[in-house]
């Protein structure tokens, strides 16, 4: 027997370990049945799981628990990232709290402070990796992920580093891998490039600095130009104005003196020089500013790179700021330009800065030599995949997204100043040449043959890119370069399920070297889905303390609420606005649906291996039977369309309302009743409806789902686990039309007469009298039927078919052509009700008039974030209904 209580806790960690003990989420590759493959994305392994994770994972485990239980081999790839420059950091903090550092250019000296070389450090982050590494994924575990574990890579296992070493030896050889002085975003602190999207850019208040610069030759002349970084201006190459602004056509082609620096630099044409910003000229900065840089290629502007890896000005500054970090020698630079009487004016000014998101330092556009990808080459085919539909995009919409930015892609700059990764393996001769080959023994090789004798090589310090081998994921994991039967049977996969922001980072990623190493796409479609925000639709923060811990949710209240409040929100193209609420409440469902088979296990509603589920003669089980069916259909069609909150919503429905709300209320009597044979057939019916539902639940509530089964499912439970027992599949003629017409009919007519009673006061207890006037046969004879089912569940203490004129005091409702009359007068006071009636309605328009005031402000529109404006318009949506119901109520009250 069920305990009486519901405890997620308990229930997750046994059904959990019964699952792994199992091997239930293994996949089959020897198996004849077809493959389902969905890549997981890798989390990196110095993380923790936050909701994003949850959202991600939870969507993921749907897909593949639906297509495990539909017969496909399911094989859902786990794993986890590296994570350069995180576990780096990690690991550096341990080692810097002993006293230790890294014997690197820029770390902190002094006589108490050990210094640790490459290979001690390396093996220094194996041991944190072995020891701590694995939180997320234990975590992942308690959401109920079921990936095949036993197939976890790393992307520095061995196998996978082989992949990476062989695609940049390859791109090398081909000439898609190169290396070039470029701009990248450069972090001081951590002294590496890195990623656009280990950038975040924050609004801060600043000033815009209007500069003169003397124009060679005229005395007294000069161009105003104006910047929010007055220290770049010692590396200026040039002026650029727009070609077409009168006020300098006749200065093109001339030249300025920079200030304090004394260089002659060029007036160009350019496009980038906006006439209606600022002055409309624009001073430029090819080494420290990527706009400017272009500028630069275009007009063949000299590079004056003036700062060194801490952001301090360097040698190719006048001797006066040499060595002065850069805000350091912003102060001196403007106070040494107003001596001058360069400054024309300075004014308050709000900028994005770019900071990097670990250090948490301002991010400096540094010219580098660096190692990168001709990304121009290998988008091509990834963007004709996507064009000829052989990867799909859900919602489509965010093909433009991906096609904007492949279209206007950039090489992609693949090398970080780190220790931590896959070490490049390119080598340097004496006099500079590159050497690049699988082994260092093959590097030798080739150097000796180029030179013609052994000679001495300096191995590349820099590491690749997290990106570059997590852009293998989906072929690196299953084994290639060798041609492995996993790499033969999952590849392509099926679906990618992941987050907007990583569609370039990522997705773009794999889909370039997957169509160039292995022929085709690494997935046929590719499901966005959208960000979890706050109840109020604000992006979740530290700053704002808005973080909902989803491991905290899970203690409280269990995966399964946790999970299903995430599926029952996550509707395309909007965001989830999740409060913990929210999740109670699906903790409710759970607790209701647990209470709902226990009430089954008590009434003797038992498996019956014998039930034909067509074969029944009550039309409560046969509409029971039915609505099960179309459930069913209503989910696998939104499922195929990842409509994951339609699936959530249409088996919430169908479990709250239709079988614990009305099924059970409608077999109760019956359960309790003496004609064993409908008794039987409805115990039965009842047991078969739990178990189904259990079924279609399964892939969205696993634990409780797994756990009921095990209790309630009988002999088919003990012979096998709900996990890989087969999806359902019913023949259509179960849709019994004639009994589904009828209970929804009867259905119909108690929560009419109960929407009454509630919005009149009635008391609960008083039992009302009703009047079916106009009832045609049909009706008549449902009622007939069901009559004593009516008057319990609407709590009536009379039924009357009728062709009389209302009395007075009644309330009409119309049901089906037919109308109800409710002899209210002596149950209700009237003039009360109306005042109490009048009260709400008076305050309901005048929330809805501020609000209506509100949205009617275009400073509001203009100004609010989006998600503010549509909360408005949503509680005036939810305002509006509820006014129309209390005055219908009113109407009904004044016509009595």
Not at 170 to 198: C, F, M
Not at 205 to 215: A, C, E, N, Q, S
């Amino acid at each position: 027997m069920l305990d009486k209580t519901f405890r997620p806790a308990e229930v997750e960690a046994r059904q959990y370990a019964l699952w792994e003990k199992s091997d239930a989420f293994a996949a089959h590759p020897e198996s004849s049945a077809r493959p389902y493959t969905t890549m997981m994305p890798p989390p990196n392994v110095t993380g923790s799981l936050h909701m994003g994770h949850a959202l991600n994972h939870t969507l993921q485990d749907i897909l593949i628990r639906y297509h495990r239980m539909r017969g496909f081999d399911a094989l859902w790839q786990p794993g986890t990232d590296h994570a350069g420059i995180a576990t780096q950091m990690v690991v550096e903090r341990q080692l810097a709290q002993a006293g230790i550092v890294l014997d690197r250019p820029g770390s902190p000296g002094g006589s108490n402070v050990k210094t640790i070389g490459r290979d001690a450090f390396i093996e220094k982050v194996w041991e944190w990796k072995a020891q701590s590494g694995g939180t997320i994924i234990r975590q992942l575990h308690r959401l109920g992920d079921s990936a095949d574990w036993s197939r976890e890579r790393f992307t520095m296992d061995e196998g996978l580093s082989e992949a990476v070493r062989k695609v940049f030896v390859d791109l090398y050889k081909q000439g898609l891998i190169y290396r070039d002085k470029r701009l990248v975003n450069w972090d001081p602190k951590l002294h590496t490039a890195v990623s656009d999207l280990e950038v975040e850019q924050r609004e801060v208040k600043g000033h815009l600095w209007h500069f003169r610069y003397p124009i060679e030759g005229r005395d007294g002349a000069y161009i105003v130009v104006a910047t929010t970084r007055p220290e770049t201006m010692l590396g200026d190459t040039a002026v650029a104005v727009h070609p077409d602004d009168e006020r300098y056509k006749d200065l093109i082609g001339q030249h300025v003196i920079l200030p304090l620096v004394g260089r002659r630099i060029p007036i160009v044409a350019d496009l980038h020089a906006d006439p209606e910003t600022g002055s409309g000229a624009v001073k430029i900065t090819p080494a420290h500013d990527f706009n400017d840089f272009e500028v630069g290629r275009r007009h063949d502007l000299e590079r004056v790179n003036i700062f060194d890896e801490n952001a301090c000005l360097n040698e190719n500054v006048p001797a006066a700021y040499r060595g002065l970090e850069r805000y350091e020698a912003r102060e001196r630079i403007v106070a040494d330009l107003q001596a001058e009487g360069l400054v024309e004016r300075i004014d308050d000014h709000t900028l994005m800065l770019p900071y990097g998101d670990r250090s948490g330092v301002v991010i400096e556009p540094w010219l580098t030599d660096q190692w990168y990808v001709d990304a121009a080459t290998l988008a091509k085919p990834a963007i004709a995949a996507v064009e000829e539909g052989r990867t799909k995009f859900v919602p489509q919409q965010w093909e433009a997204t991906y096609f904007e930015w492949m279209r206007n892609i950039q090489p992609w700059c693949i090398s970080r100043q780190i220790w931590w990764g896959h070490q490049i393996p390119a080598w340097y001769g004496p006099d500079g040449e590159v050497f690049v080959e699988m082994t260092e023994e093959a590097v030798e090789a080739a150097a000796a043959k180029h030179y013609g004798k052994s000679v001495p090589l300096r191995r590349d310090a820099d590491v690749l890119d997290t990106w570059f081998s997590s852009g293998l994921w989906p072929f690196s994991t299953l084994g290639w370069p060798q041609r492995t039967p996993e790499l033969d049977r999952y590849y392509p996969g099926d679906v990618l399920v992941t987050a907007f922001d990583i569609i370039f980072f990522w997705v773009a990623r794999m889909m370039m070297l997957g169509l160039h190493f292995m022929g085709d796409v690494p997935f046929r479609t590719v499901y966005i889905h959208a960000l979890v925000r706050d109840e109020f639709g604000q992006k979740m923060s530290k700053s704002k303390g808005n973080i909902i811990d989803p491991v905290d949710l899970i203690e409280k209240y269990g995966a399964d609420a946790l999970r299903f409040t995430l599926t029952a929100l996550a509707a395309q193209g909007r965001d989830v606005k999740l409060s913990e609420g929210r999740v109670e409440g699906y903790r409710n469902f759970a607790t209701k649906l647990w209470n709902a088979a226990r009430f089954c296990q008590m009434n003797g509603c038992q498996p019956d291996p014998a039930f034909d589920p067509k074969a029944c003669s009550q039309a409560v089980n046969r509409w029971i039977v039915g609505r099960v069916v179309e459930t069913a259909r209503r989910v696998e069609v939104a499922l195929a369309a990842y409509r994951f909150n339609d699936a959530a919503n249409a088996l919430y429905h169908f479990i709250w309302h239709e079988f614990c709300d009305w099924h059970l209320e409608f077999a109760k009597p019956i359960l309790t009743g003496e004609n064993a044979a409908a008794k039987q057939e409805t115990g039965a019916a009842t047991a078969w409806a739990l178990g189904q539902l259990l079924h279609l639940l399964h892939p969205f509530m696993p634990f409780l789902t797994e756990e009921l089964w095990r209790q309630t499912g009988g002999a088919a439970a003990a012979d096998r686990m709900l996990i890989t027992d087969e999806w359902p599949v019913y023949p259509p003629e179960l849709v019994d039309e004639a009994a589904a017409a009828e209970m929804d009919w009867v259905i119909r007519l108690i929560t009419e007469v109960r929407a009454v009673r509630s919005e009149m006061n009635v008391p609960p207890a008083a039992q009302i009298p009703m009047q079916l006037r106009g009832a045609d046969n049909t009706m008549r004879a449902r009622l007939d039927r069901h009559r004593e089912l009516i008057l319990r569940l609407a709590r009536l203490s009379s039924i009357a078919v009728t062709a009389d004129e209302p009395p007075k005091g009644a309330v009409q409702i119309v049901v089906d052509e037919a109308t109800v009359i409710l002899p209210l007068a002596e149950f209700v006071d009237v003039e009360q009700e109306k005042a109490r009636l009048n009260k709400e309605i008076a305050k309901l328009a005048a929330d809805t008039a501020k609000i209506e005031k509100k949205l009617a402000n275009e400073q509001f529109l203009a100004k609010a974030p989006p998600e503010v404006v549509d909360d408005q318009r949503e509680r005036l949506a939810e305002a509006v209904q509820v006014r129309n119901k209390l005055k219908g109520a009113l109407d009904r009250l004044a016509a009595m």
